[in-house]
């Protein structure tokens, strides 16, 4: 018995043939559902949003609706709901009848799983509306009953599970059944909205909530794949003139997601004649990569690029044109001699074969200066039409028996590119090139084929941003590779120096003061020159110095090509919903009472506290330095971080600053960034201990017996839960594991030197603990300088303190803002202080501690960059 025929994409069927890939999975996660999910999420918030501020315009929206449909005979819409709630029910259950008789009863488990998950969103919706929500968002989405204070349902709590599930079980593609249901919805929500039983935003939230369900849960299981398979394409090519015999799957050498919607490629051999090259391209394929796009597209500036979200015939035009273009343009790029359809969710494009092999498989010795040349050649020929192609990595160059290069991939390419992009392919070019040969050779056949200026003029763009992401990636891990490499170096000659030193001192008789003197300054001069030595430059910074061999006059200085950066990004977003946040706190504060009230002499007790801190930071710090430093000028690098604060986060400026101000005062290096490396790492372990031990006492206060409190176990046991989901992760445990190596390979010879001398470690600890308690002191006077003194002890104030500075530190805007002043805010009105005591106190501590500074911050930031110390 022979195999079973196999369905083509038409219906019919075609003989099986030989067909050598990969099974396919059996179920893909869609990244057009993910899209879609956080469409609908984004629709949520907008829905919510308008409820929450918008509050005349939904009241006048309700008002217009209960006014134009007050008319409407109250039979009449009774009989409507009542037909309508029926059929709401009927058609799921005749649609699911149907697909059981198909045999289609995945899909049915699909939407039954989104209908529960929709269903339990809705309780917890109404939960959150009823116990929780804004009044303005509870008077958008219900509506009074008429019986007692009784209120409607603000998510209905049977139509979001129906539409989750004919959402789920895929009715887009059965027209008739998706017009019945959305007949029986519409028709099922007018008669509730002029029965006055829902108003019209809670209508939209529920069907956004039953949308955003339903393909979520499709994400997350992962839908059918119905990808068209080798057997399909066979099919395929017979219907447009060729007459296959088999097709093996290629594999692809690149999973980079700006590379990832190139889809699938086979080999096709016929009957008679050469093989041919087919690529299928599908829907969920041209998805690929969505998200990277869109964000290069919204941050890089000056350069066009394509659509983020290509159809199938638009990508197949774009790579048909491309490939002429090229081809007239008189460079070698794969002739396409076929094109169609593979059903509605696919297409196919035929190229000859090309026989070759790409940059990337051929060994370093095979990539001879003919073939540089040659793909400098093919570039040339590109710019000469204005064609851009976007994607010149080492796997889209395809070198055949002859030594002829090929452009391949030229889908993300550009038709009369501008400047700015042309420029970028000879960058990307030159890097592609030079990571394989070197730059020497990369920028020499570069100035051969295209001229020096054309070379010169790309300098401003070679720069990592401008660069593919697999390039990038490769550059990363070169560079860490180099930074091994140098420390590595640097122990060997520390190791050397100390072992001649040893040999030194047995042979000779010196004072031990001169001779500790005298091998510190040799150890260190060992150091510089073995750091010397084994410093590597760059391939970007290689290539940049080869040009300008060539054309010393060639602009150096990088093109600004973000138009955006994440970090500002993200700061913007975190200031936003802090400024949102203390505005609408500030509002219920009265600050002219306030300033009546306040008992000054506790606010000088809080800025004598704050002004303490600098002193307490210098011994901090100079408690992990063994090399001498002067304590004044170090407590003015302190104030002066007051102003750096303003301009980074809190975690990042002060590291920043105290590393640099330890260069200059003559520590190394790699000693300083240890150095201050140690008094963080020592800092963080202090800070834990303390929150842990205050949140200990905090909640044995108030009980006769030692008993933890409950937030302190909770947070134990959600450390412990951490630490097993990273230890069983092996990509997390990985990750772990090499940061805290590469931390402790500096930091620990650093907390050895410190070890030996007792007073610099008492120094340090000392300090820290006087930094924690100046500024647990200040928010204390605080307190009571607005007379809520009486109300929280100082346990409490600590825990509230050390939590409010862990997430400042760790929140992305300058200086915390926003996340210190609202951890601190909720922190003491949880621990029994009055609200607008809470709010005052906390903006005179931020006051103290962060504004005020400032001024002396700027002076001493100035001061300190006049004599060269930062």
């Known amino acids: 018995m022979g195999p079973p025929d196999v369905p083509d994409v038409d219906g019919g069927h075609v003989d099986p043939l030989e067909v050598d890939e990969p099974l396919l999975a059996a179920r893909v996660h869609r990244p057009s559902d993910l899209v879609r999910v956080l469409v609908g999420v984004l629709g949520i918030a907008v829905v919510l949003a308008i409820a929450a501020f918008a509050h005349g315009t939904t009241a006048g929206l309700e008002a217009d609706i209960t006014e134009g449909t007050g008319q409407a005979p109250d039979l009449l819409v009774r009989i409507a709901g009542l037909v309508s709630s029926i059929a709401v029910l009927l058609v799921p259950v005749a649609f699911a009848i149907e697909r059981l008789i198909k045999r289609d009863g995945l899909r049915i488990a699909d939407g039954v799983l989104a209908a529960v998950l ?66 029986v919805l519409l028709l099922d929500a007018l008669a509730m909205l002029v029965g006055g039983y829902t108003t019209p935003f809670s209508i939209i939230l529920t069907v ?23 057997q399909n394409l066979l099919a395929g090519l017979r219907r447009v003139g060729f007459a296959p015999v088999s097709a093996q799957r290629l594999e692809e050498s690149s999973e980079a997601p700006e590379h990832s919607d190139r889809g699938r490629r086979y080999l096709v051999h016929l009957e008679e004649g050469p093989p041919l090259d087919v690529t299928v391209v599908d829907r969920e394929q041209q998805a690929q990569g969505f998200f990277y796009r869109v964000w290069r597209r919204l941050t890089l500036r000056g350069i066009t690029t394509r659509r983020s979200l290509q159809s199938l015939r638009q990508a197949l035009e774009q790579e048909a044109l491309l490939a002429y273009a090229a081809i007239a343009a008189g460079a070698r790029a794969p002739k396409l001699i076929a094109t169609s359809e593979l059903g509605p969710d696919a297409v196919m494009l035929v190229y000859e074969h090309l026989g070759g092999r790409s940059l990337d498989a051929l060994a370093d010795e095979e990539i001879t200066d003919e073939l540089i040349r040659n793909a400098w050649q093919q570039v040339k020929a590109l710019q000469s039409r204005r064609i851009a192609h976007r994607r010149l990595t080492g796997d889209a160059l395809v070198v055949d028996r002859s030594g002829n290069v090929t452009l391949t991939d030229l889908r993300g390419g550009e038709i009369a590119a501008g400047d700015l992009v042309l420029r970028m392919d000879i960058a990307q070019l030159l890097t592609t090139l030079g990571l394989r040969v070197g730059a020497g050779r990369s920028v020499g056949a570069a100035v051969e084929t295209l001229g020096g200026d054309a070379v010169a003029d790309c300098l401003p763009l070679l720069q990592p941003i401008a660069l593919s992401r697999s390039t990038r990636a490769t550059l990363r891990r070169l560079g860490r590779e ?101 505005l609408s706190q500030l509002t219920h504060v009265q600050f002219d009472k306030v300033i009546e009230e306040a008992q000054w002499g506790w606010v000088a007790t809080a800025a004598a506290f704050s002004a303490l801190s600098y002193f307490a930071a210098a011994m901090s710090l100079l408690g992990f330095v063994p090399e001498r430093v002067p304590f004044l000028r170090t407590v003015l690098a302190q104030v002066a971080g007051s102003f750096v604060k303003l301009v980074a986060p809190a975690a990042v400026g002060g590291v920043a600053l105290n590393t640099r101000f330890l260069q200059r005062q003559g520590v190394r290096p790699g000693l300083a960034v240890a150095s201050v490396g140690a008094s963080q790492l020592f800092g963080l372990g202090a800070h834990v201990l303390l929150l842990l031990s205050f949140g200990y006492l905090t909640g044995t206060e108030k009980t006769p017996e030692m008993t933890p409190s409950r937030t302190v176990i909770a947070g134990l046991l959600t450390v412990a839960v951490l630490v097993l989901v990273v230890t069983a992760i092996p990509f997390l445990r990985k990750f772990v594991v090499s940061r805290v190596r590469a931390l402790f390979a500096g930091v620990v010879p650093r907390m050895l030197d410190v070890l030996q001398r007792p007073q610099k470690l008492l120094t340090g600890i000392g300090g ?33 303190f050390l939590a409010g500075n862990a997430l400042g530190s760790a929140a992305p805007t300058p200086g915390g803002v926003g996340a210190v002043e609202t951890t601190l805010t909720l922190g003491l009105i949880a621990v029994g202080l009055d609200k607008e005591i809470a709010i005052s106190a906390v903006l005179l501590f931020r006051l103290m501690t962060f504004w005020l500074p400032v001024l002396p911050g700027w002076i001493s930031f100035n001061h300190l960059t006049r004599k060269d110390a930062i």
């Not at 500024?775 to 409490?796: E, P, W």
């Open 118 to 183: 929709a269903h339990g969103v809705t309780l917890a919706t109404d939960l959150w509306v009823s116990r929780a929500a804004p009044d303005t968002v509870q008077d958008a989405l219900t509506r009074a009953t008429g019986v007692g204070d009784a209120l409607t349902d603000p998510v209905h709590g049977y139509l979001a599970p129906v539409i989750a599930y004919m959402t789920a079980v895929g009715m887009t593609r059965r027209p008739r059944w998706r017009v019945a249901l959305w007949v």
């Open 208 to 230: 956004l909530i039953g949308w955003t369900v339903a393909y979520a849960t499709l994400y997350a299981v992962g839908s059918p794949n119905i990808r068209p398979t080798g």
């Open 482 to 582: 180099r930074a091994e490499r140098e420390r590595e170096a640097v122990l060997a000659a520390s190791k050397a120096a100390k072992e001649q030193r040893e040999a030194e001192s047995a042979a000779a008789r010196k004072s031990p003061k001169a001779e500790k003197k005298a091998d510190k300054k040799a150890e260190k001069q060992a150091l510089d020159v073995a750091l010397d030595e084994a410093r590597e430059e760059d391939l970007l910074s290689q290539i940049r110095r080869q040009v300008l061999l060539i054309r010393p006059q060639a602009p150096v200085e990088p093109a600004r090509l973000e138009r955006i950066r994440p970090r500002t990004l993200v700061s913007f977003i975190a200031g936003a919903f802090a400024a949102y946040f203390l």
């Open 768 to 800: 820290m603990l006087l930094l924690t308690g100046c500024f647990v002191m200040c928010l204390d006077a605080s307190i009571r300088a607005f007379g809520g003194g009486q109300a929280v002890s100082y346990a409490s104030i600590a825990v509230v």
